[in-house]
């Protein structure tokens, strides 16, 4: 391949690909009914009954993800991963198609998707539907994209990176620093860029958009697609940047220390000496010096989270970007024992589906969740909902339509809404993230009050007179997480009417 990247590309590995995208994904769905909804699962089907362009804490996209997945589906936890799990299923053949973008033959783009499907984190947001589920599938197609554009100079592949950043702006925000790490990038390599440029044939313009630059049309169709949550999230004074500070702060300085640690533990360690070889052969191998923006964006995008106190998990795309370049030569040194490479993706799918699945007992979730505390959080709701429908039964008759029920966080608010109403209990109140938008109760409701108080969390019944505790949370197999030990208690009433108190109540 001339450095200048434009000659034809290897033909793709279809049949071999497509094997690995369609295992990964029937592994997923075959695995995601055996524990429980995840908090955050439950917090997006609430949320799902609530559409509307942007939430406190996310864009829309998950939320209608959830509600559509359930409602095609079905309402439990399988019904609701068969999305997350057929977006996995994509996100291994775009890493294969990047390998291929990046000089791989069918080998190497085989071992790409591979790679990707061994990996703890497409395994571990595979298995539950997050934001992060979709944004690894997007993430990679702007960087497929982004790949393309740098290879061939093609104007033409403006509009669709435009349309995919768009895109990925109504899930999530993320796409924003990747695109600053790339710009930055290519701005470091710009010299160097200019200075290696061969002459060759001249490129196609796009049709139909001669006079209009193609970064300018592709940021025009990024701020169109994206525009209603951003305008969303403008005229709600930005409280995406207010969870995302609240974060950062929970996470403080031991979260910057752990960051480089937890994001390869969280890629897979096994596939680490991978994504070495790639990032040298994209800053040192002259057949991709095109593609040298991707290896300079990955440790600049890695800084950028952390010098803003981002998730370890912000930059893992474009490391598998960075895994894919090196599949190739990885491939060539083992032409002869792919009964090695064998051994060593069967390593990092072991390691990582320990981590990441629900592959032990419900009884042994104590011990994985140390490593990944969303084992965890999927554990507990249905006694959640019991111990609560127990307690609100414990309110006398005449005073109950009257009372409220009222939670210290999102997780406890959905496994209410989910299996409340089977107990007979009514909608659960909650000052957490956008709940707080979807209160207050009304203020006729001047009764009892029963909360649940999350263990380590915000005391709600300081706003509260005459409050005792009535029972206490336990998910019966003794497995640390929010809720374990949350305490049900029950309060004579309000010190004043909900419209006054709702605003104390926000919590981000």
């Known amino acids: 391949m001339r450095g200048d990247g434009r000659v034809g590309l290897p033909p793709f590995a279809v049949r071999p690909v497509l094997v690995v995208a369609t295992a990964v994904a029937g592994v997923l769905i075959a695995l995601s009914g055996r524990y429980g909804f995840h908090r955050d699962e439950l917090y997006f089907l609430l949320a799902g009954r609530h559409p509307a362009w942007g939430y406190v804490d996310q864009p829309p996209l998950t939320p209608l993800l959830a509600r559509f997945g359930s409602a095609l589906f079905g309402a439990d936890p399988t019904g609701l991963r068969v999305v997350p799990a057929l977006l996995s299923g994509c996100s291994v053949v775009l890493t294969a198609l990047l390998a291929r973008e990046l000089g791989a033959g069918r080998d190497g783009q085989v071992l790409a998707a591979g790679c990707c499907a061994c990996s703890g984190y497409l395994l571990a947001i595979g298995h539950l539907l997050s934001t992060s589920t979709f944004d690894l599938t997007a993430e990679l197609g702007v960087l497929l994209l982004t790949a393309r554009l740098l290879r061939t100079r093609d104007g033409r592949w403006w509009p669709a990176l435009g349309a995919a950043v768009g895109t990925t702006l109504l899930n999530k925000q993320l796409v924003l620093p990747l695109l600053l790490a790339l710009l930055l990038a290519l701005l470091v390599d710009l010299p160097a860029a200019v200075e290696r440029r061969r002459p060759g044939p001249p490129l196609p313009r796009p049709g139909g958009v001669r006079r209009l630059p193609g970064p300018l049309l592709a940021l025009l169709l990024a701020l169109l697609i994206g525009a209603p949550t951003l305008v969303w999230q403008a005229t709600h004074g930005w409280p995406e940047l207010k969870v995302a500070r609240v974060l950062s702060h929970v996470d403080g300085l031991s979260g910057r220390l752990l960051f480089l640690p937890l994001h390869l533990l969280q890629f897979s360690p096994v596939l680490v000496p991978v994504a070495v070889v790639g990032l040298r052969r994209l800053l040192r191998a002259d057949e991709l010096r095109w593609a040298r923006?991707?290896?300079?964006?990955?440790?600049?995008?890695?800084?950028?989270?952390?010098?803003?106190?981002?998730?370890?998990?912000?930059?893992?795309?474009?490391?598998?970007?960075?895994?894919?370049?090196?599949?190739?030569?990885?491939?060539?040194?083992?032409?002869?024992?792919?009964?090695?490479?064998?051994?060593?993706?069967?390593?990092?799918?072991?390691?990582?589906?320990?981590?990441?699945?629900?592959?032990?007992?419900?009884?042994?979730?104590?011990?994985?969740?140390?490593?990944?505390?969303?084992?965890?959080?999927?554990?507990?709701?249905?006694?959640?909902?019991?111990?609560?429908?127990?307690?609100?039964?414990?309110?006398?008759?005449?005073?109950?339509?009257?009372?409220?029920?009222?939670?210290s966080n999102y997780g406890e608010a959905g496994a209410l809404a989910r299996y409340g109403p089977a107990y007979g209990l009514p909608t659960a109140y909650s000052g957490h993230m956008s709940l707080y938008d979807w209160g207050p109760p009304p203020d006729g409701d001047d009764g009892p009050v029963l909360l649940v108080e999350q263990a380590d969390g915000h005391r709600l019944a300081g706003h509260f007179t005459g409050c005792r505790s009535v029972d206490r949370i336990d998910n019966g197999l003794g497995v640390a997480n929010q809720e374990q030990d949350a305490e049900v208690v029950l309060c004579e009433g309000a010190h004043q009417r909900w419209s006054a108190l709702w605003p104390s109540l926000r919590e981000y």
Not at 370 to 394: C, F, S, Y
């Open 293 to 407: 923006p991707l290896g300079l964006g990955y440790p600049l995008l890695c800084a950028l989270a952390l010098l803003g106190g981002g998730k370890p998990y912000y930059p893992l795309p474009l490391l598998l970007a960075v895994t894919a370049a090196g599949c190739e030569p990885v491939v060539r040194r083992a032409r002869h024992s792919w009964r090695s490479l064998t051994g060593f993706l069967l390593l990092a799918a072991a390691t990582s589906a320990l981590a990441a699945l629900p592959v032990l007992p419900v009884r042994a979730v104590a011990v994985t969740n140390a490593v990944d505390i969303d084992q965890g959080e999927q554990i507990g709701w249905p006694r959640l909902a019991r111990t609560t429908a127990a307690a609100w039964a414990g309110i006398p008759t005449a005073q109950r339509a009257r009372a409220v029920l009222l939670t």
